[in-house]
């Protein structure tokens, strides 16, 4: 499990901060790019299934995604029969097609629970409940300092203040209600001890991070700040160490003993995709995992390598 950094690896996360501003314009070029690509998918497909009579570019045009789904589907399939105690979820934002394996088996959340705590507080933000520069007694920093170490730190304090500041089990509704049906956070009994595991599913997390992307989750300037936080993450020990140089990767872990799982957004020559990875069965995730997400990472680079 990650540490609290020390005092001065902690920024300051205002609605005013530099800081924020300059990296809210690179995750707003990010979601432009998104969209654009959208856009033009849509455009793409209308066209081929408007023209059946068209030449063999507009067919080639048309089968494209298909091959890519395909490739992307073996890909997991194939990972997953190698190492059956993990759960892998892809999803091509060029054109919508989801490979997954394993999706809806529940995992020990780690510390992928904090993206839905993130979520919720962001949710409270935009709905005018609390402000970025609120105060926080117990973890003596504010809102949005708090927001930003808990991703990209993995900071434990802000993880479980934050998520009792929103309350963990109306957290748990909302998360129901709102299609995230095997996530459940509030592990806690009426003394508010520990019982029991956070849980979620590759499927869960990758439907919070596509939801994100497409702007559908929070307002654009929450979202910006979402995207600019998990862009920013300083834990690269997992997928990041297979992915090609000229990938990206704005993501979140979650590392315990027995668990570890990489979770986020790759851009990409090729296009952007949503990369869910969990794993279990470890006797000591920190030492042993590491080699596993390399070779997931490296697999899954050599695939996409000559799609652009």
Known sequence: MSKT????NTRRFSAHSPLLLGGLSVALAAILVITVAFIANERALTLASGTTSAGSEQTQAAEEPSARSSALDSLVHDFV??????????VDLGDASTAEANGDVPFTSASLYKLFVAYDVLSEVDAGEYTLDDWMPEVETTIGDCLDVMITY????CGAALGTM?????????????GYSQTILNNYD???DLDGDKITTANDVTLLLSRLVAGELLSPQSSELFLTLLSEQTLNYAL???????LSFAHKTGLLDEVSHDAGIVSAP?????VVLLTDGWDDAADESPALFTEFG?????LIRDWA
């Not at 029969?81 to 892809?90: G, H, K, T």
């Not at 990041?240 to 000229?246: I, R, V």
């Open 270 to 274: 090729a296009g952007t995709f949503i």
């Open 240 to 246: 990041p160490t297979g992915l090609d140089d000229s």
């Open 166 to 178: 929103v309350d963990w089990a109306t957290l748990d509704q909302r998360l129901a209600n709102e």
């Open 298 to 302: 490296e697999r899954f680079s050599a």
């Open 5 to 8: 950094p020390p005092p001065n």
């Open 154 to 157: 993995s900071d434990n304090d």
């Open 81 to 90: 029969s190698e190492y059956p105690q993990s759960a892998v979820v892809i």
């Open 190 to 192: 009426e003394f508010f």
